[in-house]
Every structure is written in C-alpha cells, then in structure tokens.
C-alpha cells in the first residue's frame, strides 16, 4: 500500500489535481478505504518542487515533510534532507506521530515508502 501510495505522491500534481489512487491486494471487485486516502488522516501540504532521486530512493518535499520512495529490492540508507530531525511514518505509526521518535537518517528497506514528518508539523490538514 504504502509503496503505492509513496509513488503516487511523487508526481501528484496538487494543483492541477492530476490523479486518483486505488488500492487492492484482495481482488478488483472490492474497493477497501484506507485513512491514508482521506486528507484529514494523512495530508502534507503543498508540494515544494519535482522529486528528487538519490540511487534508488526518491524523495519529494512538501510544507510539513517529504515523500520518501526505495524503488529496488535492497534496503537504502536515507539521511533527512536538511539535517534536520524528523519522524518516519508508516502505515503503523501515521495515526500518532509522537509515538516515533525523531531521526535524522534511517534504513529503507526495499519496494517500500515512508512519510517523514518534519519537526513542529502534523500530518493531517489542520495545519494546512
């Protein structure tokens, strides 16, 4: 889901609102909601820019953190754009971000995506 999701993120267009993401493991003739799909669960603002590749790991800012993608099977080690800590989420820990502890650099493994949250910001759209 999250390798999905992360991949979609990299070239969402926020503005022109270019696309639409689905998800299913369990056959197509379900549709499954995840909070990760509702902004007021998972909403990180404006994108800053285009992503940026580093090997095989992608990252694209946005106002409160960034998208981070490992598109290859071997794990990568990331360091946070800027040096400055932040907290990485997944479909685990997205829902209460004080539970993880801020890192500046982490492990990725492969086929896999991450939110890495920036310091003082909230990962729903109250903030934005």
């Known amino acids: 889901l999250w390798f999905c999701f992360g ?8 503005v ?7 998800f299913t493991a369990w056959g197509y003739s379900t549709y499954r909601f995840f909070d990760e799909f509702d ?3 998972l909403h990180l603002g404006k994108a800053l820019g285009a992503d940026q590749a580093s090997g ?4 694209r800012e946005f106002e409160d953190g960034w998208i981070v993608v490992n598109g290859a099977e071997a794990t990568a080690s990331v360091q946070v754009p800027g040096g400055a800590p932040a907290r990485v989420l997944d479909h685990a820990s997205f829902d209460d971000p004080s539970s993880v502890s801020p890192v500046q650099s982490f492990t990725l493994p492969g086929w896999r995506a991450v939110v890495l949250l920036k ?4 990962i729903g759209n109250a903030d934005n």
């Open 56 to 59: 095989s790991v992608r990252l």
């Open 16 to 22: 022109l609102g270019n696309g639409y993401v689905a």
């Open 119 to 122: 310091e003082g910001k909230q």
């Open 39 to 41: 902004p007021e669960h």
């Open 7 to 14: 991949s979609f993120m990299l070239g969402f267009d926020d």
